[in-house]
């Protein structure tokens, strides 16, 4: 059993950033993907960025230029760091971590709002 947990998430003006973090503990597992998806009200939840063990990249591209995601394979932690933040990125954000199989964390809020 894989556990994720966010945190970071919380209330910024526009144009202001925020750094999420994601920590998977247990035992017995490699991480293939770690990544970050978020879901706005009334909205499917959409992958945000990517990262792979190789280190390896993709973004969503209404984040790309905004937000950089990384990892600390020692740590089995991910970071999302969100610069430039705007009204259109408040959502739940969650972790998912591969292991292969998927697991999530509980979402932390981040609201862009003056």
């Known amino acids: 059993q894989v556990r994720v947990v966010e945190s970071g998430g919380g209330l910024v003006q526009p144009g202001g950033s925020l750094r999420l973090s994601c920590v998977a503990s247990?035992?017995?597992?490699?991480?293939?993907?770690m990544a970050w998806y978020r879901q706005a009200p009334g909205k499917q939840r959409e992958l945000v960025a990517a990262?792979?063990?190789?280190?390896?990249?993709n973004y969503a591209d209404s984040v790309k230029g905004r937000f950089t995601i990384s990892r600390d394979n020692a740590k089995n932690t991910v970071y999302l760091q969100m610069n430039s933040l705007k009204p259109e990125d408040t959502a739940v954000y969650y972790c998912?971590?591969?292991?292969?199989?998927?697991?999530w964390g509980q979402g932390t809020q981040v609201t862009v709002s003056s």
């Open positions: 247990g035992s017995g597992f490699s991480i293939y993907t």
């Open positions: 990262i792979s063990n190789s280190g390896s990249t």
């Open positions: 998912n971590v591969k292991v292969p199989l998927s697991y």
